[in-house]
């Protein structure tokens, strides 16, 4: 079962799937797993047809607690400590901070289908939602503060209480500690070495809690949210989900000071990204809005989806691993057009083995036709053989059925003229009143009825073999919840890496190059993912691809490489040009094929076959498949490029 359905499969009641994130900045990528993981589960039980909410809040009461490094620190450095929503917007189209990282992060969530109510921890405390928690807590804070120690061993003094107001004169929230309160107001002090990262003002008084004069620590907030919205599935990343780490004391709090169950919870792994490459000179990070102008959404979804929450997912931009998440894209596509065709067929078959079934009605309709031929004949005596002969009809069908399931089934055994005589002998044992041909026809219809149970019982068996086979495995579900709108779409896919090195072959029309080199005529939807691929492929080539992984073909020159090869290479490749003038086709396979042959032949080890021919088109070592990089180039520029290099 895949590991959403499986947390569907196991609530019961209405469902509050919720979600989070303090918008400090801009978003990593990694931070869109944990969305597609909560998306994921609440489409999940959408699919289940069970009651369920999907929440995401914005936590933008957190304080500004460092100064990201593409903003210019002195503009923000006097906010540091505040709400981040109290932290002007570093762009244009918002009005603060926080709403300008939370609107770009908004923005990938709507191009990937992804679509929560969302909710702003400003408004909750602003319109005072969580007065009531914030007395609870206040009241009961001895309770919060076992929890702390229970939990993960922190001693919290006798006098501190789970709130930080809004300094009232310097405007923090991050400095200040709360040491009293009477039930209506608590006292606080902004304290100058509260935090490593800002000092307090020193300020100190008597202020009200309520209504957005502050905010609780986010262990304890998070509980109220749960208590509040009435969460009952959110799962949170490794690092919140240590043994003693945050949410194992928001649990304790909740039942200490709620006497209540937490939400369903279940760690999921991080989103390990390349380092170097994800920050490369030309700007482009790793942000979550970056890597989403990159890929297409189902295949960012797919990249999330592919590995179960709890495996750590390496993302790089490199070739080799979007190459491979499009190639594995493309497999399941196949492999889900396979299984969409199976289920077709065995729908076909399900109805053609009704046809078979023999009923009373036909044999009462053919046992009057006969009666016909043969009025001579008893009503039974015709009733026998009209069933006879319904078996005999059928059995051309039951051949064409098992024909096609590939069951190899014998239609003449056990129906031969020695079984009958032998049957109707023991039958006329136990009916000697019977004629010697009605005995005949009793034991034929025996024999025909047993075989063709026993042969209707294979075909059942094989045909719930083959549904079985067109259940979506979990692969296939991956794919299912990668779509936006939960419907697959089979296209015939054409292989990413190759639109890469066809987008770097000079003078290429590259649609035409598709369309001659697809098995199949490309329907609408085909055209349409092949623009697509076209333009991410070239987006990479732009943005992402280091200079060893392009493509750089000297077309008009022979690269000066080509001077370090040795008489053997040079022999090579002289051999290499009469064979491959002389092919019959021109494509990556049969290229491929000769390239390698050759190298037999002539007993040159393909480590240094290989790289002469890199060498006489590239200018260097290594690069794409042999066979697939020539047969980009037109026959007769490869021929003189080898003759030339050949001849030194
Ligand atoms: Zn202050």
Known sequence: MFWADKIAASTQGDSVVNDSKTPSGRVHVGSLRGVIVHDTIYRALKRAQKPVRFLYGIDDYDAL?????????????????????????????????AKYYSGEFFEVFEELGVRPEIYYLRDLYRQGRLNSYIDTFLQKAHLVREAYKQVSGAERAENWYPFHPICENCGKIATTVVSDYNGKEVFYTCKPDAMSYVKGCGHSGWVSPFDGKGKLPWKVEWVAKWDLLGVTIELAGKDHSQKGGSRDVANAIYRKVF?????????????????????????????????????????????????QPKTAI??????E???????????????????????????????????LEITEAQISHQAYQQYLNTPELTQEQNHDKAEISLYKLTDEKLGDLTESLGLEIDLHAGVSSEMIETEAYYHSQSHPELSPEENHDKAEICLRKRRRNHHLELINEELQKRSSETQLGKD????????????????????????????????????????????????????????ERIEVAQKWLDDYA?????????????????????????????ELATRLEALSEWDGETLQTEIFTTTKQLELPPKLAFPAVYHSFLGKERGPKAGNLLSYLERPFVVQRLRDVAQG
Not at 73 to 80: K, P
Not at 314 to 319: A, E, G, K, L
Not at 322 to 334: C, G, K, P, S
């Open 259 to 307: 006497d209540k169950r937490p939400p369903f919870h279940s760690p999921y792994e991080f989103i390990l990204v390349g380092g170097t490459k994800m920050s490369s000179s030309k700007g482009v990070g790793a942000s979550a809005r970056e890597v989403a102008n990159l890929l297409p959404p189902e295949l960012l979804r797919f990249l999330m989806l592919r590995t």
């Open 321 to 355: 691993t979007i190459t491979r998440l499009f190639r594995d894209y493309d497999t399941a596509i196949e492999k889900y057009q396979r299984a969409a065709n199976n289920k077709d067929l065995i729908e076909t078959w399900a109805s053609s083995l009704k046809e």
């Open 546 to 574: 280091d200079p060893e992984e392009k493509l750089i073909l000297y077309v008009d020159e022979i690269p000066e490489s080509v001077a370090a090869l040795d008489e053997q290479q040079r022999q090579y490749l002289g």
């Open 476 to 531: 296939l579900l991956a794919l299912l919840y990668s779509q936006l709108d939960e419907q697959i779409q089979p296209y015939h896919p054409f292989d990413f890496s190759t639109l890469i090195s066809l987008l770097q072959v000079p003078h290429l029309d590259i649609e035409a190059e598709v369309h001659k080199r697809s098995q199949q005529p490309l329907t609408e939807l085909d055209q349409q993912v092949v623009r």
């Open 314 to 319: 390496n993302f790089s931009p490199n070739y």
């Open 65 to 97: 607690d460092g100064i990201p490094a593409y903003l210019d620190s002195n503009r923000f450095q006097e906010y540091l400590g505040q709400p981040l929503c109290n932290v002007p917007s570093p762009g244009d189209g918002a009005s603060d901070y």
